[in-house]
């Protein structure tokens, strides 16, 4: 027979139970508070998906790792995926089917969401399927864990890796990066671009098959980069892969693996040819500068000398008769001294400022009457012109450019010896600052002169010279080598630009641009050869004795009282004491103590009216023109003849009496105005 428990140890008991009771609901308190603890510190929480009725659970961990309290996200799996981020919410959906269907064992999938303040954060979701009896899916259980900052690394080296890349593609110079066989693993648009390579990927292809011919101290600098070396190579050389060269500088620099070990190298090279091709230009005009200093002080001097010996035969020519055997050899004295002047006008074509007098002149006119001259004597050479209506006008001496063309046609010639065709064209173009200033002169219109040949051509070596003085690929004793680099130097002078454009077997074309006018053409009016005599009074400025011996002669001869002055001082001083007595000045320009263009401003200032023609051994240069330009009424360059003496003289005598003549008849108007008065 059971006994009953007494009141007092139900009692008892109820207690017992009561504080164990309290034992576990502070057990499950703790587990709860360290599990919370534990998901939020790890940050990581359980949720519950019911697949047959839909119910939804979601931790507050969860939502604690969004940002969110629990009561401001709904326990509903439709609030849930709106903030799955909306790139990433397709793609879940998709893994947690394939779970539900048995496609994969366990739903694992890592994919954004959308924090409260904007950003996203990285959750690694893991969870397992329920299923019943049947096999069928009944609940989805599992865990979201924040992996963001696991994440940012790896995003971060992603994201550096696609900027480099970016940056490699299309940095704006050419870069490439090789493996140590050479085979490309990236490689900028610009690499592809400046050698020709085209669109298709390089990756895995070997630069030296795409350079077979590239040079062999290339290649040993490529080993010597394999071995950590830092190369760096100024402008060299860089044959492309259609056949042409550019100008180039290299630097390369080895890579290498995160043990340490060297990868390949990086190949780092930009174009500078258009760079180069400013400075052989610049380079170039500054040769040409520097020649033409010294060439035209070289002409000066022996202009003097063929001066002396020019007016000495024209003295002694004055009296012999036509029949004494002495003409002969005055004649081909003469012809000597004109094939020094011709010589010497020449190193004056690429001297600096060597022009004679320039006018307002048609080219198309100087090209055909030029090209017709030419072509009487090469009967084997077929000529073609194309020539722009109406006729370009440019401001030039006509001798210097006929010299220019006729340069370029006997080069045609020499290119053709067994006969070709020669292209004469005229065209009017716009060149802008761009083009101009590599070869200094000024942006505008020009007149574009073409002389094409089908010749033989030449290569880059003889193209790169061919402006050059004494330059020449004729014999010895053939040629001075000075037709070309006269040309260049008379072209420059006239502010133009000539270029040439030449291939070995493909011919040779010369473009000489020049400056376009709107001045009028000058029609030029044949001197005759006649000798002009007078009886004026000159003064004659000259520093050589020789010259001023001779010069004082042939003014003589004409009939001229010459007064003598060693300079420019002197000439000034003869002023003062008799300029009413001097009817002209003949004034030399290079002259010692005080040149001409002071004595020239000295004169003017006490005799305005006093005419003056300025003598030079060089030509009409910026110093001359100067003078010119200031009023000075002519020029005349040495050595010139007796009879050129005369007319010039005479010319200018006659105009300034003509100029007399007419103020002293307004004069006289005046005084019978006054009477009527």
Known sequence: MAIKPTYEELEQRIKELKSHLEEMKETLRMGV??????????????????????????????????????DEIQNDIEVWLKYVHPEDSNAVMKAAQACLDGVTAEYIFEHRMLHKDGSNRWILARGQVIRDESGNAVRLI???????????????????????????????????????????????????????????????????????????????????????????????????????????????????????????????????????????????????????TLAGGIAHDFNNLLMGIQGRASLISMDLKPSHPHVEHIKAIEDSIRGGTNLTKQLLGFARGGKYEVRPIDINELLLESATMFGRTKKEIHIHTKLLSPPPVVVADRRQIEQVLLNLYINAWQAMPDGGDLYLETRMVTLDDAYCKSYQVEPGRYAKVSVTDTGTGMDGSIRRQIFDPFFTTKNKGRGTGLGLASAYGIIKNHAGIITVDSRVGQGTKFNIYLPISEKKIYKEV??????????????????EAL??????????????????????????????????????????????????????????????????????????????????????????????????????????LGHAKRLVKSHKENHADDKRFERRD
């Not at 400075?279 to 005009?285: T, V």
Request: charged share 25%; aromatic share 8%.
């Open 33 to 70: 508070e360290r599990y919370k603890l534990a998901t939020s510190a790890a940050k990581v929480g359980v949720w519950d998906w019911n697949i047959g009725t839909g119910e939804f659970y979601l931790d507050p961990s969860i939502k604690a790792i969004l940002g969110y309290t629990d």
């Open 142 to 292: 599992g865990t979201d864990a924040d992996i963001t900052e696991r994440k940012q690394p790896k995003n971060a080296l992603r994201h550096h890796e696609e900027l480099l890349k970016l940056f490699v593609k299309h940095t704006p110079a050419a870069v490439a990066m090789c493996d140590q066989q050479m085979r490309y693993l990236s490689y900028s648009d610009r690499w592809a671009q400046d050698y020709g390579l085209g669109l298709d990927s390089l990756v895995g292809i070997c630069h030296y098959d795409l350079f077979p011919d590239l040079p062999t101290h290339w290649k040993e600098e490529h080993q010597r980069c394999f071995e950590g070396k830092v190369i760096e190579r100024d402008v060299e050389p860089f044959p492309r892969k259609n056949g042409s060269m550019d100008w180039v500088q290299r630097k390369l620099c080895p890579w290498r693996h995160r043990s340490g070990e060297i990868g390949g190298l990086i190949m780092f090279t930009e174009v500078v040819t258009d760079k180069k091709q400013l400075e052989d230009q610049l380079h170039q005009s500054q040769k040409m500068e520097s020649i033409g």
């Open 526 to 543: 044949p001197i005759g050869t006649e000798l002009v005599k007078g009886s004026e009074t000159i003064l004659l400025v000259e520093d």
């Open 547 to 652: 010259i001023m011996q001779v010069g004082q002669a042939m003014l003589e001869k004409l009939g001229y009282r010459v007064i003598a002055a060693k300079n420019g001082k002197q000439a000034v001083d003869t002023i003062e004491k008799n300029g009413d007595e001097i009817d002209l000045v003949i004034l030399d320009l290079i002259m010692p103590e005080m040149g001409g263009g002071r004595a020239f401003d000295l004169i003017r200032e006490i005799k305005p009216a006093l005419p003056v023609i300025l003598c030079s051994g060089y030509s009409l240069n910026g110093q001359a023109n100067a003078i010119m330009r200031r009023g000075c009424n002519a020029f005349i360059q040495k050595p010139f003849t007796i009879s050129e003496l005369s007319q010039k003289v005479r010319k200018i």
